[in-house]
T-cell receptor, first 114, second 121 residues
Framework: AQSVTQLDSHVSVSEGTPVLLRCNYS??????LFWYVQHPNKGLQLLLK??????LVKGINGFEAEFKKSETSFHLTKPSAHMSDAAEYFC????????????FGAGTRLTVKP | DAGVIQSPRHEVTEMGQEVTLRCKPI?????LFWYRQTMMRGLELLIY????????DSGMPEDRFSAKMPNASFSTLKIQPSEPRDSAVYFC???????????????????FGPGTRLTVL
């Protein structure tokens, strides 16, 4: 079965500096990969998704992620952090061959300092 | 579309009471998922349905939990009897199975509802 490991439970950056949230996945098939964001006391919102098209995926709010099969990674990046980016971020893997089951990582809490 | 609708948004109940959480998926979606989120355990998949049929309920904690999907537009998650350790935020999500026709062809991301915050005293 597929699984996801988010390597950092908490990342802290200063406003205006780059953001890197790391994610490694395990999958028996060609996976679909997603990043979701959850702001405090809110539901989950899709940031971006990879579904076997371009390996560099651009999402909302200036975020992007690169699918690297050789490294089994799907790290999330943003060139310049904004205060409003402070939230919990979840990396997710899905296999359509596995009944469309999605597996969530444990989450990375991003803190942005002024 | 209004998105995934969950009710109630907040529920406070006493230990031993029955709790029913409700979800209306996005019209046209044929997969529905129930999740539980706590500080201790993070986001856990409880159960999911494809075309109203339960596919995987291995995440359901114990027999006190049950879920139904009587039709394509409605699902319930029931806890009977409830216990304080059930306190959590419960999310419902829906998606379209890849390969189906229409605007969701090839995509299988899940769309989440706002969640129900359950407190069991």
């Amino acid at each position: 079965a597929q699984s996801v490991t988010q390597l950092d439970s908490h990342v802290s950056v200063s406003e205006g500096t780059p953001v890197l949230l790391r994610c490694n996945y395990s999958s028996s098939y060609s996976p679909s990969l997603f990043w979701y964001v959850q702001h405090p006391n809110k539901g989950l919102q899709l940031l971006l998704k990879y579904t076997s098209a371009a390996t560099l995926v651009k999402g909302i709010n200036g975020f992007e992620a690169e699918f690297k099969k050789s490294e089994t990674s799907f790290h999330l990046t943003k060139p310049s952090a904004h205060m409003s980016d402070a939230a919990e971020y979840f990396c997710v893997v899905s296999e359509k061959e596995n009944n469309n089951d999605m597996r969530f990582g444990a989450g990375t809490r991003l803190t942005v300092k002024p | 579309d209004a998105g995934v609708i969950q009710s109630p948004r907040h529920e406070v109940t006493e230990m031993g009471q029955e709790v029913t959480l409700r979800c209306k998926p996005i019209s046209g979606h044929n997969s529905l998922f129930w999740y539980r989120q706590t500080m201790m355990r993070g986001l856990e998949l409880l159960i999911y349905f494809n075309n109203n049929v339960p596919i995987d309920d291995s995440g359901m904690p114990e027999d006190r939990f049950s879920a139904k999907m009587p039709n394509a537009s409605f699902s319930t998650l029931k806890i009977q009897p409830s216990e304080p350790r059930d306190s959590a935020v419960y999310f419902c999500a829906s998606s379209a199975i890849p390969g189906t026709s229409g605007p969701f062809l090839g995509y299988n991301e899940q769309f989440f509802g706002p969640g129900t915050r359950l407190t069991v005293l």
